[in-house]
């Protein structure tokens, strides 16, 4: 893909729907922990819990990465998972937002 520039009101869109999306997922996975952790019996599952968790936090540290060539893969992956929806990118330019579309079908 070629080189996309970004405006500074797209940069700010990008980095709020960002933000929107990581609280969003962060904010489902504190609900999923509150549930599991209310059914922990043994130590075992205790480990269990942490290494899960050690695992989400390695995905999801890797996947908001708000760097200008990587916004709209971000953006559609965010999509494809439901953590970003098109009124977070209301503002952005419709050629982007058909680019991000088109991934996020893929």
């Given amino acids: 893909m070629n080189k996309i520039d970004w405006s500074s009101q797209e940069q700010a869109i990008a980095h709020q729907a960002i933000q929107n999306a990581y609280a969003r997922e962060t904010h489902a996975l504190i609900q999923l922990i509150n549930q599991q952790a209310s059914q922990i019996h043994d130590i075992g599952e205790v480990w269990r ?15 908001y990465d708000e760097r200008p060539a990587t916004l709209l893969f971000v953006f559609a992956d965010l999509i494809k998972e439901g953590w970003l929806n098109l009124e977070d990118l209301q503002g952005l330019d419709p050629d982007k937002l058909a680019k991000i579309f088109s991934l996020a079908k893929m």
């Fill in 49 to 63: 819990l942490h290494d899960y968790l050690s695992a989400r936090r390695h995905q999801i540290d890797g996947k």
